[in-house]
């Protein structure tokens, strides 16, 4: 009886390495939307030098290349969030990240808990709802008084959110 136990244990502990598909496949789509990201950016400068070389000036161009590179942030964030799950999986599930740890860099990176890989996953998506927020702003057109009045409790909103996750942030130090 021990040695089926003993075998049905080491499969358990060994299937924890299925979580490697997801460290994986975190890694290529963070690393895919960095790229996408980066791509963004080079046109965004592409079609500035070509607005001023050849002197054109296009209706709402400025609105466009702010959006655009609102966007390119956007993406990056996101694969910031692909990193910090595939780094926190690997940490919790498979093992420490030796260089890592022998590192003098920023510890940001470290996993110690679900909780904390839990609380920096949503900092970062909180981040990221901030800038879609902002992106949509951009190209929203407010004809009332009513509408400024909603907009500015949005941004009230979004600031009370960022102090009170900031504060939260330094009460667990």
């Known amino acids: 009886m021990k040695f089926i136990e003993n075998i049905f244990e080491s499969v358990l502990w060994n299937s924890r390495f299925i979580v490697l598909l997801a460290v994986i496949f975190s890694m290529i789509g963070g690393i895919a939307l960095f790229i996408v990201a980066s791509t963004d950016i080079w046109h965004v400068a592409v079609d500035v030098y070509?607005?001023?070389v050849q002197s054109l000036h296009p209706e709402s161009f400025h609105e466009k290349i702010v959006g655009d590179l609102i966007g390119?942030?956007?993406?990056?964030?996101?694969?910031?969030?692909?990193?910090?799950?595939?780094?926190?999986?690997?940490?919790?599930?498979?093992?420490k990240i030796d260089i890592a740890e022998k590192s003098s860099s920023s510890k940001i990176l470290e996993?110690?808990?679900?909780?904390?890989l839990k609380d920096k996953l949503a900092k970062v998506i909180i981040m990221v709802l901030i800038v879609s927020f902002f992106k949509k702003v951009l190209h929203t057109e407010y004809t009332g008084a009513l509408e400024m009045l909603y907009f500015s409790g949005a941004?009230?909103?979004?600031?009370?959110?960022?102090y009170f996750m900031h504060k939260g942030h330094n009460s667990h130090e």
Do not use: C, N, P, Q
């Open 50 to 52: 070509g607005v001023y």
């Open 72 to 95: 390119a942030i956007d993406l990056y964030l996101m694969a910031i969030v692909m990193f910090l799950f595939s780094f926190g999986l690997y940490e919790l599930f498979i093992s």
């Open 111 to 116: 996993i110690h808990s679900l909780d904390e």
């Open 155 to 162: 941004i009230l909103s979004l600031s009370l959110a960022l």
